[in-house]
């Protein structure tokens, strides 16, 4: 069983700042790629930033230069920072991850979704 936490999301004006955390936990040997992903209300669930188990990053071309994904390996956690945010970045913000666990099989997990709401 692997249980994936997020925390961090809230309600900021324009041009905040906010920082995501998603803490996995339970029976993981190994997390591979971890995932941002975000959906706005009455729309399709959108993939955000990706970040490889070597910390390769991959962004939502509305997002680049002011999202940063990255992870600490030793705490199973990943992290969203988000800078110069926008209105149109309001969504629950998910987060999602393809790990092994201890014993040898393949998963992919979802947290339960945090709120960002971005006033203008």
């Known amino acids: 069983q692997v249980q994936l936490v997020e925390s961090g999301g809230g309600l900021v004006q324009a041009g905040g700042s906010l920082r995501l955390s998603c803490a996995a936990s339970?029976?993981?040997?190994?997390?591979?790629?971890m995932y941002w992903y975000r959906q706005a209300l009455e729309m399709q669930r959108e993939l955000v930033a990706t970040?490889?188990?070597?910390?390769?990053?991959n962004y939502l071309d509305s997002v680049k230069g002011r999202f940063t994904i990255s992870r600490d390996n030793a705490k199973n956690t990943a992290y969203l920072q988000m800078n110069s945010l926008k209105p149109e970045d309001t969504a629950v913000y998910y987060c999602?991850?393809?790990?092994?666990?201890?014993?040898?099989?393949?998963?992919?997990?979802w947290g339960q979704g945090t709120q960002v709401t971005v006033s203008s």
């Open positions: 999602n991850l393809d790990y092994i666990s201890r014993w040898g099989s393949w998963g992919n997990n």
């Open positions: 339970g029976s993981i040997l190994r997390i591979n790629t």
């Open positions: 970040i490889t188990s070597d910390g390769r990053t």
